[in-house]
């Protein structure tokens, strides 16, 4: 099933988000909600706030991207209660956007070498040095099981630029190819 994605300013997305426990009930259909989520609108990482559940899950999928970057080709996974070690190394400003702050896009300084920890699926657990894009793309979705969306990153200059379109899409006055559920609707 498609989910609305929680947009920016919602409350579920300023929460830090709770363990994952086997007992979680439907766990399955969740992932499963939150990859056609994601395919739907054309996303290649959903975290469970963004889909208005404050659990600390994620689903990556950067396949799509392995024509331009070979590295990405395959890659797909879930991460349940993914730990992340930052590891010395350089940051990179890099543009990123996200489901739930449509129409913006701005360059983010991230690391580009972490440790990661996780649970699959199946609750088996892995642990792996992930470099490059992919690691950001893992900071950036681990962003919002923390309670933070990329704009929290960016400089006070340039967030004080975007801040008119930040308000409107927590109002929901914005237009997006895909369902979306915002903090407070503007009334018309």
């Known amino acids: 099933m498609i989910l609305p994605v929680y947009l920016y300013g919602h409350p579920v997305l300023k929460a830090v988000a709770k363990d994952v426990t086997p007992d979680y009930p439907d766990l399955d259909q969740l992932i499963e909600n939150m990859k056609e989520t994601m395919y739907d609108s054309e996303g290649i990482g959903i975290a469970a706030p963004q889909v208005g559940v404050s659990l600390r899950l994620v689903y990556i999928d950067v396949d799509v991207l392995g024509d331009d970057m070979p590295e990405l ?10 730990e992340i070690t930052i590891l010395d190394g350089e940051e990179i400003s890099r543009e990123e956007g996200c489901l739930s702050v449509p129409g913006i896009h701005e360059k983010v300084r991230r690391i580009e070498k972490i440790n990661l920890k996780w649970l699959d699926e199946n609750w088996q657990q892995h642990e792996q040095l992930i470099e490059g894009y992919l690691a950001r793309v893992v ?15 960016i400089s006070p200059i340039r967030k004080q630029l975007v801040k008119a379109r930040l308000n409107d899409i927590s109002k929901g006055n914005v237009k997006c190819g895909y369902r979306t559920r915002c903090a407070r609707p503007t009334r018309k």
């Open 73 to 82: 080709k395959g890659i797909k996974f879930v991460l349940i209660n993914p």
């Open 139 to 153: 900071q950036h979705e681990c962003d919002h099981l923390n309670g933070k969306v990329f704009v929290d990153h």
